[in-house]
């Protein structure tokens, strides 16, 4: 079993930049494909970027060129640096690993972008 915890959430104006990060507790994690989502009240969730093992990245049109994820094989990590934040932002963001057709999730981290 795979568990995943989301960390680096908070309040933060618009405009501003967080860092999310997730730890993954695998020993296949540099080999997993790794993505965030995230979900606002009362909408569907969304993927919002993906990398995979080789490193190739793909991000949702609303976050290109604000949004940068990244991986830590050594330390089975996955990081979301946001920046540029915007109110439509705001949302739980949740980590996610997928392998062989078998997703993980964490437990979500909340994003509030607010004045």
């Known amino acids: 079993q795979v568990q995943l915890v989301e960390s680096g959430g908070g309040l933060v104006q618009p405009g501003g930049s967080l860092n999310l990060s997730c730890a993954a507790s695998t020993s296949i994690f540099s080999i997993m494909t790794m993505g965030w989502s995230r979900q606002a009240p009362g909408k569907q969730r969304e993927l919002v970027a993906t990398?995979?093992?080789?490193?190739?990245?793909n991000y949702v049109d609303s976050v290109k060129g604000r949004f940068t994820i990244s991986r830590d094989n050594a330390k089975n990590t996955v990081f979301l640096n946001m920046n540029s934040l915007k109110p439509e932002d705001t949302a739980v963001y949740y980590c996610?690993?997928?392998?062989?057709?078998?997703?993980?999730w964490g437990q979500g981290t909340q994003v509030t972008v607010s004045k």
């Open positions: 990398i995979k093992s080789g490193g190739t990245t």
């Open positions: 996610n690993a997928n392998f062989l057709r078998v997703e993980y």
